[in-house]
C-alpha cells in the first residue's frame, strides 16, 4: 500500500543530503534504478528461455506442425498448426516470456501448417515473414496472406543459398527447387547450423522432394530431422535418411489421427536408420537443446 510524503520527510531528507551528499546522491540513484527495474519487469514478462545455446520446441498442435526455435535472444517460428492451434501456439510462446518473433516461416499453404499463423501474427510484433513461393491458393493461407497485409508486413520468398541469422545460428532454405504441383513438395525446406550441429525442417515435403534435393547435392546432413509430412509413408524414403543421417527424429501429429501418422513403414526405416524417435502424439511438446557439440532432449 502507497503512502503519502510528509514536508517533515522532505525535510529530514534535506538536512540529510546536507550533511552526506554523496550518500544522498548514492541513494537517489538506487531509487530511481529500482524503479526502472519495476516498469520494465511490469511491461516486460521475465524470459525464461536462457540465453545460452539452441532451443527448439516442437509444439504439440495436433494433427499438424509447429517449431519454436530460439537462440541468443532471437526467436523463430515455423508453421503454427490449424487455425483452433494458434491460440494454443500463442499461449505457448508468450509463456516463455517472448513478445517478439524475428521469424515467421509458412513452409506451405495447407491449413495444418498455415492455419493457427493468423493468431501468431497478430498477437506478437514480426519481423520477417517468408513463405513458399509456390504456397498455393487453400482458404487457410490466403487468410493468412490478409493477416500478414493487415499487419503491415511483407510475405517474402527467401532466396536458396543465402545465410540467415538467429543469433550465433545460421540457417538457409534448400527447397522448394520447383514448382511441383503437389503443395507438399512445394514446402519451404530449412537447415539450421549451430556450432557442429544441424537441424533440418521439411515442412510435408514427400520422397519425390527428398530426392530432387540429393540430386541437386543440397547438404541436408542433420542431427535432427522433423520428419516429413507428420511421418507418413510416402516420406522419409531410405535414401533420404541415409544421406541425411538424423540422430533425432521428431514426428508432429495428432493421437489417434485419422491419416493413421505415423504410418509403420515410416517408423520401420526411422528404427533401420538408427534414429531416435520422440513423437507429439504420444509425449506432447518436445524440446532439443544443443550447445553447439552435441543435442539432447530437455524437458517441455
Do not use: W
Request: with cysteine.
Amino acid at each position: 500500500m502507497s503512502r503519502k510524503v510528509r514536508k517533515s520527510d522532505v525535510n529530514k531528507f534535506a538536512r540529510f543530503a546536507k550533511k552526506y551528499p554523496l550518500a544522498a546522491i548514492a541513494l537517489v540513484v538506487i531509487a530511481v534504478a529500482v524503479l526502472l527495474f519495476q516498469r520494465m519487469s511490469d511491461n516486460n514478462p521475465t524470459v525464461t528461455v536462457p540465453m545460452d545455446g539452441l532451443y527448439v520446441h516442437y509444439i504439440d498442435v495436433g494433427q499438424g506442425d509447429s517449431e519454436l526455435l530460439c537462440c541468443n535472444g532471437q526467436y523463430m517460428l515455423i508453421d503454427a498448426g490449424v487455425p483452433s492451434a494458434g491460440d494454443t501456439v500463442v499461449e505457448y510462446i508468450r509463456d516463455l516470456g517472448i513478445k517478439k518473433l524475428d521469424y515467421v516461416v509458412c513452409t506451405h499453404g495447407h491449413a495444418d501448417h498455415c492455419g493457427g499463423l493468423d493468431a501468431v501474427v497478430e498477437s506478437f510484433d514480426v519481423d520477417t515473414v517468408f513463405t513458399s513461393p509456390y504456397a498455393g491458393d487453400a482458404a487457410a493461407y490466403l487468410h493468412f496472406v490478409d493477416t500478414v497485409e493487415s499487419a503491415q508486413l511483407t510475405l517474402e520468398v527467401p532466396d536458396q543459398g543465402v545465410k540467415y541469422s538467429l543469433g550465433d545460428a545460421k540457417f538457409e532454405f534448400l527447397g522448394p527447387l520447383s514448382d511441383h504441383k503437389n503443395v507438399n513438395d512445394d514446402s519451404l525446406v530449412l537447415r539450421l547450423d549451430y556450432g557442429d550441429t544441424s537441424f533440418l525442417f521439411t515442412g510435408d515435403m514427400t520422397a519425390k522432394a527428398e530426392k530432387e534435393l540429393i540430386e541437386d547435392g543440397a547438404d541436408i546432413k542433420c542431427d535432427v530431422l522433423k520428419v516429413g509430412h507428420h511421418g507418413s509413408s510416402g516420406s522419409s524414403c531410405y535414401q533420404f535418411l541415409y544421406e541425411a543421417e538424423p540422430k533425432i527424429g521428431v514426428i508432429s501429429c495428432g493421437r489417434d489421427n485419422d491419416y493413421g501418422h505415423p504410418h509403420e513403414e515410416t517408423l520401420s526405416r526411422l528404427n533401420d536408420a538408427g534414429v531416435t524417435v520422440y513423437r507429439t502424439d504420444l509425449e506432447g511438446s518436445i524440446v532439443i537443446f544443443s550447445d553447439g557439440m552435441k543435442v539432447e532432449r530437455r524437458a517441455a
